[in-house]
């Protein structure tokens, strides 16, 4: 079983929708949680970030984590065509830990 | 915003070759660089953890004597693939975070793609 699970889609939705993208994981010692962007043939970028459970809301991105059920998502309200790219989940335990990865999922949002 | 780059975009090269991947912190001193290797449509995966002036940590399954990395200074990295072969062509990216910085800090660069013919 993998640390972090992530449905890798494609997700396609019109401009304008409601996005949720979620991952589970299975170490309950993870701690810090990180959803990053990445356009084709681009590193990562950081979106949001969450320490511990509760939500956190910065523009159209809401980013929930719920420890007790080892499940985080990501919310994107009133999604537009730039917003499609690939959007990986990452979390780890401490501030000297690893990162570990989701596979990402694959987002299209059409005109 | 902490701006890491990587030297260069793109590498074609025989098998056989041996190739430098660079990754610079451009405003920041970076305490610790990651190399990461990411597959097509699939997620990024830790080689090696390098911290300044120290040998890098590698990942279970990685090979160091083919993936060198040497981190000289606090702004610079490289990642050198000693005789490269066709399966080791992917996207690699590297990251860095500085002490100052707080746990989910960690700055991307823009990622390297090798092809190796």
């Known amino acids: 079983q993998k640390e972090v699970e992530q449905d890798p889609g494609p997700l396609s939705v019109p401009e304008g929708a409601i996005v949720s993208l979620n991952c589970t994981y299975s170490n309950s010692a993870f701690q810090y949680f990180m959803w990053y962007r990445q356009y084709s043939r681009k590193g990562p970028e950081l979106l949001m970030y969450?320490?511990?459970?509760g939500n956190k809301e910065d523009g159209r991105f809401t980013a929930q984590v719920d420890k007790s059920s080892k499940y985080i998502s990501l919310f994107i309200r009133d999604s537009q065509p730039s917003d499609s790219a690939t959007y990986l989940c990452?979390?780890?335990?401490?501030?000297?830990?690893?990162?570990?990865f989701g596979q990402g999922t694959e987002l299209s949002v059409k005109p | 915003g902490a701006v890491v780059s990587q030297h260069p975009s793109r590498v074609i090269c025989k098998s056989g070759t041996s190739v430098k991947i660079e990754c610079r912190s451009l405003d920041f001193q970076a305490t610790t660089m990651f190399w990461y290797r990411q597959f097509p449509k699939q997620s990024l995966m830790l080689m090696a953890t390098?911290?300044?002036?120290?040998?890098?940590?590698?990942e279970q399954g990685v090979e160091k004597d083919k993936f060198l990395i040497n981190h000289a200074s606090l702004t610079l990295s490289t990642l050198t693939v000693a005789s490269a072969h066709p399966e080791d062509s992917s996207f690699y990216i590297c990251?860095?975070?500085?002490?100052?910085?707080?746990?989910?800090?960690?700055?991307f660069g823009p990622g390297t793609r090798l092809t190796v013919t």
């Open positions: 990452a979390m780890k335990g401490n501030q000297g830990g690893k990162l570990i």
């Open positions: 990251s860095a975070t500085w002490t100052g910085g707080t746990a989910y800090e960690q700055y």
């Open positions: 390098s911290n300044e002036g120290s040998k890098a940590t590698y």
């Open positions: 969450t320490y511990s459970s």
